[in-house]
């Protein structure tokens, strides 16, 4: 990942570029160091931070860099851009995406600058995969409906787990019509509870900036902070965009902390679920104990009639994994451990 917020930009830059040459996406690496040597050789990028000095100290310097020339590039604005961004059709030349990033920046700092700005976003859908597998094995043990709520929701897509379908090596669940159709790839044989009946009577979710995925300006942003290499991933977007858009959801502009406060309570006659995703990272640890303190306080009232279940893909051990626990009797598994997209899944035993 980046260097810390106290590098330099170019310092800063490097550090992402490894990261996205490490990650496949070429372009983008090459921009990032090219872009680096700019900064350090006093051209148009030292330009553009010596113009906006505020702009130096906000994290993910290179994510905001990216997606602010990715968005002109997305949105017609930097046609000789694009033309070398794999995510708009072009052709992959690195070198010829610098010469024309560069150009464009000369001409158009300011809105650059505004764009820089805003706050890093994203919302991947391919978690639902591990996410759907950990509650059908909720639901395998209390079938009932659920009502399920998602902190950190960003656009909802995996709030809308259900109405993807999904693919794997032996096994499949879910609409064959949805727009989005999952693949991952998977090891450690088949996951369980596939039969589990699911059923979703209820869902809330909440997010410091959420995004609202029938509109295309929320959708424009989403796609402009994935990397211009990752035209997969981008096509995946666009798909649960579509599929998800049936599936009417509010949600509500809150800390995950305050927002959850007592709403999900165990009931009577349901499954009540928590859920997150790639959030955790982002709260303090007071507000990480916050968020315990408020699950065991819910799940004291769990009940068998009235059962709780708290299903996170969070970072473990320098992977990813997808836990779960239920309660009455805080039972607490590991569902599956993958990369961060998910894109490489093992399956375990919750
Ligand atoms: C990396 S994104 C993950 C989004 C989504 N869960 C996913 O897996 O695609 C982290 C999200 O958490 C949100 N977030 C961070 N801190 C939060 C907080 N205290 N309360 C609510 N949302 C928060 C961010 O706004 C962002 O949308």
Redesign the pocket.
């Known amino acids: 990942m980046e260097a810390a917020v106290g590098h330099t930009i170019a310092e800063r830059f490097e550090r992402q570029a490894t990261y996205c040459g490490a990650m496949g996406a070429p372009v983008c690496a090459h921009l990032l160091s090219s872009a680096a040597l700019d900064y350090a050789r006093g051209g148009v990028v030292r330009e553009f931070f010596a113009a906006h000095k505020e702009m130096e100290t906000l994290s993910r310097a290179g994510i905001r860099f990216l997606a602010a020339l990715h968005t002109c590039a997305l949105d017609g604005s930097a046609p000789a851009l694009a033309a070398h961004l794999p995510s708009c059709g072009g052709d992959g030349d690195a070198p010829a995406a610098w010469t024309a990033a560069r150009a464009f920046l000369l001409e158009n700092l300011q809105r650059v600058a505004r764009l820089y700005n805003r706050?890093p976003?994203?919302?991947?859908p391919a978690?639902s995969m591990p996410l759907l597998v950990g509650l059908l094995a909720a639901v395998q043990a209390s079938p009932l409906p659920v009502r399920l709520f998602?902190?950190?929701?960003?656009g909802g897509?995996?709030t809308r787990l259900d109405c993807y379908r999904y693919e794997g090596g032996t096994w499949s669940w879910g609409d064959p019509r949805s727009a989005l159709v999952l693949r991952n790839r998977e090891r450690g044989g088949r996951p369980l509870s596939l039969g589990a009946p699911l059923h979703i009577a209820e869902r809330a979710a909440?997010?410091?900036?959420p995004l609202d995925i029938t509109k295309d300006a929320d959708r424009r942003y989403l796609r402009s902070f994935i990397w211009a290499d990752q035209s997969e991933r981008l096509k995946r977007l666009a798909d649960a965009c579509e599929a998800a858009s049936n599936v009417p959801l509010s949600i509500e502009k809150?800390?995950?902390?305050e927002?959850l406060g007592e709403r999900f309570r165990p009931r009577e006659g349901a499954l009540t679920v928590l859920m997150?995703?790639?959030?955790t990272y982002?709260?303090t640890p007071a507000?990480r104990a916050a968020l315990r303190e408020r699950i065991g306080r819910n799940a004291e009232r769990a009940r068998a009639r009235a059962p709780m279940a708290w299903l996170r893909?969070e970072e473990e051990a320098g992977g990813m994994a997808t836990r779960l626990t239920r309660w009455p009797g805080a039972i607490e598994g590991v569902v599956a451990r993958s990369d961060g997209h998910a894109q490489g899944i093992e399956w375990l035993a919750p």
Not at 254 to 257: F, V
Not at 276 to 279: E, K, L, R, V
């Open positions: 706050t976003q994203t919302n991947e978690r998602e902190i950190g929701a960003s897509l995996n909440c997010d410091l900036h809150a800390d995950a902390i927002w997150h995703s790639a959030m982002y709260l507000q893909f």
